[in-house]
């Protein structure tokens, strides 16, 4: 499960718990400008994820880590796939993150105005 | 940046209109959206960032291909009984669901509906020679028309009332 704040000018992600050990990673952040926008998708993890270096995949019980697929570098941490949204980004070393979090739908739309008023 | 795209951006957004229009912005999922648009779905998040980018893009692409020529049809009309039957006859499905469900929450979409519907107001006084509160009472009595599902009585005995006002 990840941990999704605003802070200043960034969006921090927290990994949590033990996923951090198969994601590979304990947090990132990201300036807001490079954010593209948020979006709640259950859907995504029935998809093929491409290749993954480093991490963990157990089918059916967690995707974790980073996947190359078609050239686009994705972070991955998501063991419940109902709770899954998908933050896209530019100009960042992953060009998407797909993470599971509490509320799907309040974050989304807390990235997604913080990002409005930004403009 | 990548692969080239492999799908019909153009036809893509059209069937979001569709899509948006016909179901509301919460009742079409990312699934969906691949489904229907022909689209893979991380071209759709390369594209157009998230399903909310890809909402306001198919807005606009509806205010422009649908409420546009509603605006240049208005410009003809020579009385109430005819603008209102040009409001109640066209397309608004993703405009009226926007301004209902949208806009509330989301400030650009709320800018998007509230300059459209002016628009509106704007080309019935201009066509009627009405005041602004008129023509925005008598946009507000057609969407509400098209909301009641167009009884035709309605928009009948409003423009007999009205006609001889304008």
Known sequence: ?119 | MGRPRAFDEDEAVRAAVALFGGRAYDGVSVDDLVSHLGVHRNSLYKTFGSKRGLYLIALRRHLADDVRPLLDALAGASDAAAALRLVTSADLDLLLLAAIERAPVDEEVAAEVTAALAAVDQAIADALGVSADLAAALTAAALGIILRGNPDNAATALAQCLDPLT
């Open chain 1, 1 to 119: 499960m990840a941990l999704i704040r605003i802070e200043g000018d960034n969006l921090v992600v927290v990994i949590e718990g033990l996923d951090k050990l198969w994601a590979f990673k304990g947090s990132l952040t990201i300036p807001l400008a490079n954010v593209r926008g948020a979006t709640v998708d259950p859907g995504i993890a029935t998809e093929p994820k491409g290749i993954r270096a480093p991490g963990s995949h157990v089918p059916g019980v967690i995707i974790a880590g980073t996947f190359h697929q078609d050239g686009e570098k994705v972070f991955w941490d998501v063991k419940d796939r109902s709770k899954a949204l998908v933050i896209e980004l530019a100009d960042e070393q992953y060009t998407r993150l797909v993470l599971q979090v509490d509320d799907p739908r309040a974050t989304v739309a807390l990235i997604e105005s913080t990002l409005t008023e930004r403009k």
